[in-house]
């Protein structure tokens, strides 16, 4: 298997079996397990995204200093530890609101799109 | 392209012009507030209004003033805007048949608010809203409704105020055409503050405006709590939580190496993405219109077989009943 149809067979697998799961949480039937696992989602969120962005926000500014500058392949965890900081973010309980807030998604949305397009021209391949 | 760009520019500025020329007021204007004029031109009406609270003593209904001090709270509130209601056609809330709408919102004070809306069986604006707070239900209000050629008018209203399941006031209103250049004699008259004719290109942007207003710029909790745009926000957690997912996948495929905490962070984002969908759909769940069938039996065993909101079992709920089978699908 090339390594682009690797990735390709990865994005693929990987989408499908994500659309099939939401749609069976949306189905009648994946109604109790939704209202089961809705309630420790944002905490799941919350403390992993939080350990998971200071490791990634580190060890970009490791690289960087390392490095001397900020190149590709160190920006590359720097947007994802951005990314995951904002996931965490979104899911920290407020007063007014105790759904993930839109901004901090988006936040991470755009900074999760940013690690992919750094991630694409940094160059570096995978062989799967 | 670039005279592409201009002209959309030039018509959403003219836009812009127009729905901010309608927020200063006057009875040109195509607000998401209620108005009192109704869109047909010219006509213009009067609303009165009279409270009543229940005499703790005898328990029987007694007329007061507004500002008289026995009055609760809610019932002189409700006395300080006896203007007149017209809603559009094609404005958030209408429905097209029987049934009833559930909207809910929580306050700054941490109370949840829920508002349902009883609709008659031939559609249009809601005929009653019932308001609860946590669960408990604090005020009825029946509507009676006057069809006109660009929508609808309320001619009546009957607030019922609640506490703990036992009347405690009402607020009725009434509203009545008045022939123009007659203030409508003692009556209270309303807000005119400008001659009512607009022309056929300012009514045409105006009504865009206006509905470009209701979808992108709800001026009200109203409507805020209505439309598709109760959902909106939710729908886009639930796109931007997507789009993390998404972002992430495309990541990892490009990656040399999949590490422990990639996989990890790709978890977060999919927990993510679940309590984004799982708060869609609640939403959307919450806002599905209830056929006919599901009005009768929600409305409890009083509703009996009969169609949705033209039952015998559920006319008094249409008329702002606070019966319990009017409220018991909501207060259990």
Request: glycine letters at 10%.
């Amino acid at each position: 298997m090339s390594s682009a149809r690797g990735r390709q067979t990865f994005v693929i697998g990987t989408t499908l079996a994500i659309v099939m799961a939401s749609i069976a949480l949306a189905l009648p039937a994946g109604a109790s397990m939704r209202h089961a696992i809705s309630p420790q989602l944002p905490l799941i969120v919350l403390v992993s995204g939080t350990l998971i962005g200071a490791w990634q926000l580190v060890t970009g500014i490791i690289g960087a200093i390392a490095n001397g500058g900020v190149r590709a392949s160190d920006a590359v965890p720097l947007s994802l530890g951005v990314s995951a900081l904002f996931m965490a973010l979104a899911c920290l309980p407020s007063d007014r609101d105790a759904v993930p807030h839109l901004y901090a998604v988006v936040g991470a949305a755009i900074f999760a799109v940013a690690a992919a397009v750094l991630q694409r021209r940094s160059g570096v391949r995978p062989e799967l | 392209m670039k005279h592409r760009i201009a002209v959309a520019a030039i018509a959403a500025a003219a836009l812009v012009a127009v729905a901010c020329q309608d927020q200063d007021g006057g009875a040109r204007r195509l607000a998401t507030e209620p108005g009192s004029t109704s869109p047909e031109q010219g006509t213009r009406y009067v609303t009165t209004g009279v409270a009543a609270v229940v005499d703790r003593v005898t328990h029987r209904l007694q007329a007061v003033a507004p500002s008289s001090p026995s009055a609760s709270a809610s019932v002189v509130a409700a006395n300080g805007s006896p203007d007149a209601v017209t809603i559009s056609n094609g404005a958030p809330g209408i429905a097209n048949s029987g049934g009833q709408r559930i909207s809910s919102f929580v306050d700054a004070s941490s109370h949840r608010h829920t508002v349902s809306m009883l609709y008659s069986s031939v559609g249009g604006p809601p005929a009653a809203v019932q308001h609860y707070v946590d669960g408990v239900l604090v005020s009825t209000n029946a509507f009676s409704w006057q069809r006109t050629s660009t929508g609808w008018v309320r001619t009546g209203s009957l607030l019922r105020v609640v506490r703990k399941g036992t009347l405690v006031g009402t607020y009725t209103t009434v509203t009545t055409p008045a022939p123009v250049g007659k203030g409508g004699g003692s009556k209270p008259t309303l807000r005119l503050q400008g001659p009512v004719a607009p022309t056929a290109l300012q009514r045409a942007i105006g009504s865009a405006a206006y509905h470009l207003a209701f979808v992108f710029a709800p001026q009200d909790a109203t409507a805020q709590s209505l439309a598709w745009s109760a959902c909106s926000q939710f729908w886009l957690r639930y796109a931007a939580a997507a789009a993390v997912v998404v972002g992430l996948e495309v990541a990892m495929a490009d990656m040399p190496v999949i590490t422990a905490f990639i996989l990890a962070q790709f978890g977060s984002a999919l927990s993510l993405l679940a309590a984004a969908e799982d708060q869609l759909l609640d939403c959307v769940l919450s806002h599905q219109p209830s056929s006919t069938d599901n009005w009768s039996s929600g409305m409890g065993s009083g509703a009996g077989s009969g169609a949705g909101g033209g039952s015998d079992g559920t006319k008094d709920c249409l008329q702002g009943s606070y019966a319990a089978h009017c409220t018991t699908a909501f207060t259990l």
